[in-house]
Antibody
Framework: QITLKESGPTLVKPTQTLTLTCTFS??????????VGWIRQPPGKALEWLGT???????RYSPSLKTRLTITRDTSKNQVVLTMTNMDPVDTATYYC??????????????WGQGTLVTFSS | DIQMTQSPSSVSASVGDRVTITCRAS??????LAWYQQKPGKAPKLLIY???TLQSGVPSRFRGSGSGTDFTLTISSLQPEDFATYYC?????????FGGGTRVDIK
């Protein structure tokens, strides 16, 4: 059974750095083709891809957010970590992590976490 | 960036209706196209990948087609559990983008 779960702060302040952890089970990130991606969704708006880390430690980021994002992995803990710097209220969103398999799924994500809502405090 | 344009943004339909949603890519993506269903407060659910391959467990009333820049999701006979928002997503060249979504609600 494949599961993913996001964890991290629910409240952040402007200019802070957000760190979210995706803890997964049922698959191994070291398996050829496997990747874990981050996707976010502001309230009432569309999905936005942030980035993906792959089995070979290759990392790909959204061009519009690339300078603010870092994705790392801890294979021994089955975790992937997203770091986003210089947070702004427009970054209020539900953040999801999800699994992909390259090239079998042609870029699609087949298993998703439940998501974690990140909002701002003044 | 490859832009994905979905239409319509919303559609009202009745149970049993045939519903068609289109997605257009700003440049050719071969068949690197997926469709998702999302219900309020829930994570997206993968319906179709590779433009036309049905994900395991997804009912056969969902059908995807297209290649290159123009893609279609068809629900052949809308069921009560199908009222949701649908997103397309392209996966070409490791830089992904989603469409703006299509809300399917009850007429």
């Amino acid at each position: 059974q494949i599961t993913l779960k996001e964890s991290g702060p629910t409240l952040v302040k402007p200019t802070q750095t957000l760190t979210l952890t995706c803890t997964f089970s049922g698959f191994t990130l070291g398996t050829t083709g496997v990747g874990v991606g981050w996707i976010r969704q502001p309230p009432g708006k569309a999905l936005e891809w942030l980035g993906t880390i792959y089995w070979d430690d290759d990392k790909r980021y959204s061009p519009s957010l690339k300078t603010r994002l870092t994705i790392t992995r801890d294979t021994s803990k089955n975790q992937v970590v997203l770091t986003m710097t210089n947070m702004d209220p427009v970054d209020t969103a539900t953040y999801y992590c999800a699994r992909t398999v390259y090239p079998a799924l042609k870029g699609a994500f087949d298993y998703w976490g439940q998501g974690t809502l990140v909002t701002f405090s003044s | 960036d490859i832009q994905m344009t979905q239409s319509p943004s919303s559609v009202s339909a009745s149970v049993g209706d045939r519903v068609t949603i289109t997605c257009r890519a700003s440049q050719g993506i071969s068949n690197w196209l997926a469709w998702y269903q999302q219900k309020p407060g829930k994570a997206p659910k993968l319906l179709i990948y590779g433009a036309s391959t049905l994900q395991s467990g997804v009912p056969s009333r969902f059908r995807g087609s297209g290649s290159g820049t123009d893609f279609t999701l068809t629900i052949s006979s809308l069921q009560p559990e199908d009222f949701a928002t649908y997103y397309c997503q392209q996966g070409d060249n490791f830089s992904l983008t989603f469409g703006g979504g299509t809300r399917v609600d009850i007429k």
